[in-house]
């Protein structure tokens, strides 16, 4: 039920919307690229936030010809690939017909609003996509949408409380990345540029580690654990939404806090495997794929966290891989190849300086990291309540008797 004073509209009524073009033949032949319009793609849109920033491709007077320009203050969508991506325009762009072009009609829409109430209808959109193998909506879908819309002045209010969280999602998103660069940079400073002077001695993982092939006693009831790239260990039924381990657990290993597992499964941010330290769980089970080892009580754990994380033996488990040769989509590196890599042992207090330097920065990219989750989530939580009506925008006295 509509709030008093909303409507009901099809977005056809309240803008008009074009889809783009780019008839040229073959589609990346050069003679069309390298002026001065942007012109931009399905993740180009997807990865803007609420204005177009960025582009990758430029498009020259003949480019022109063949593709549809829409000016500044257009908003976006996708309708193919990232289906109902969003984003308003700043200077006049050219856009392929994988992206449309929407403006509304009178002054009586405004486009902030029409923006994120586009945005709030995305997975409407994506659920009338086609199955085929690249899903895809189109005009007749998009024109007779129907979107609640509330009075103009309403619309304008809407519109700037959510662009105010965009705008402290994306200063959020800034202090993410410089902390990033940051961590990044110490870590070149602190752990390879020693070893790269030679100030400190290598020795080989067997020589300060000790291999862990131990079983679960047949009482225990363990997690069942896995390597993610991105964040390190993680229960494989929270990842997967099952338990996929089957028959095959009674060969898991039972790794305890604080020792280290290398998964050889490459991925976007790890080419030749990654190494983490089991962190959050007391014990736990591990595929008997992963490599798993304990160091020396005499050295600082957290320094080869460190180590591992800056991927610091990427060079050495290149060298031992056959690019030809693969074991159920693992690379082909033997335990024993793996534990002969080389590390750098600084004396104890150099590894305790360190790691806590290290330690900081990650915890500080870590709190931002969490910052802008919270702030994403509670930016999706007031637009489901503006758009909709649940929650109203309070306007200055003055405006509310005009709009009545």
């Known amino acids: 039920m509509l709030p008093d004073g909303w409507t009901l509209e099809r977005l056809d009524s309240l803008a008009t919307v074009e889809r783009g073009r780019f008839s040229a033949r073959p589609r990346h032949d050069p003679k069309y690229f390298g002026g001065e319009t942007p012109f931009v793609q399905t993740g180009d849109v997807a990865g803007a936030q609420l204005y177009l920033r960025t582009h990758s491709q430029t498009l020259n007077a003949l480019g022109l010809t063949v593709s549809k320009v829409f000016e500044e203050e257009t908003i976006l969508l996708t309708i193919a690939a990232n289906i109902g991506a969003t984003a308003i325009t700043r200077i006049p762009t050219a856009c392929p017909d994988s992206v449309v072009g929407i403006r509304p009609l009178s002054a009586a829409t405004d486009l902030l609003w029409l923006k994120y109430a586009l945005a709030f209808r995305r997975e409407d959109l994506e659920a009338q996509a086609g199955q085929n193998a690249q899903k895809n909506i189109n005009?007749?879908?998009?024109?007779?949408?129907?979107?609640?819309?509330?009075?103009?002045?309403?619309?304008?209010?809407?519109?700037?409380?959510?662009?105010?969280?965009?705008?402290?999602?994306?200063?959020?998103?800034?202090?993410?990345?410089a902390g990033h660069?940051?961590?990044k940079a110490l870590q070149q400073q602190l752990l390879i540029q020693p070893v790269m002077s030679g100030e400190w001695d290598l020795s080989a993982l067997s020589e300060v580690s000790e291999r862990i092939q131990r079983r679960a006693n047949e009482e225990e009831v363990l997690p069942v654990l896995m390597i993610s790239s991105g964040s390190g260990f993680v229960r494989q039924d929270e990842k997967y939404s099952r338990?996929?381990?089957?028959?095959?657990?009674?060969?898991?290993?039972?790794?305890?806090?604080?020792?280290?597992?290398?998964?050889?499964?490459?991925s976007k941010l790890y080419e030749f495997g990654c190494v983490f330290a089991l962190r959050g769980y007391e014990r736990g089970l591990v595929p008997n794929v992963y490599v798993c080892f304990k160091l020396m009580p005499s050295l600082n754990a957290a320094f080869y966290e460190h180590l591992f994380r800056a991927d610091y033996l990427h060079d050495q488990l290149g060298a031992l891989v056959n690019t030809g040769v693969r074991n159920n989509g693992l690379l082909n590196i033997r335990p024993a190849d793996f534990l002969a890599c080389r590390v750098p042992v600084p004396p104890v207090a150099a590894q305790n300086q360190i790691a806590e330097v290290l330690t900081t920065a990650?915890?500080?990219?870590?709190?931002?990291?969490?910052?802008?989750?919270?702030?994403?989530?509670?930016?999706a939580a007031l637009m489901s309540q503006l758009l909709t009506g649940k929650r109203r925008v309070k306007l200055p006295a003055a405006q509310t008797e005009a709009q009545a």
Do not use: C
Not at 154 to 169: K, N, V
Not at 362 to 379: G, I
């Open 139 to 177: 005009l007749e879908v998009l024109k007779p949408l129907r979107i609640a819309k509330p009075p103009t002045k309403e619309q304008r209010r809407i519109g700037e409380t959510l662009s105010t969280w965009d705008h402290a999602i994306r200063t959020a998103e800034q202090l993410v990345s």
């Open 181 to 183: 660069r940051q961590l």
């Open 243 to 266: 338990f996929m381990a089957g028959k095959s657990i009674e060969n898991y290993i039972a790794l305890d806090r604080g020792e280290f597992a290398y998964n050889k499964g490459n």
């Open 362 to 379: 990650a915890r500080y990219v870590e709190l931002r990291e969490r910052d802008l989750d919270l702030l994403k989530l509670e930016k």
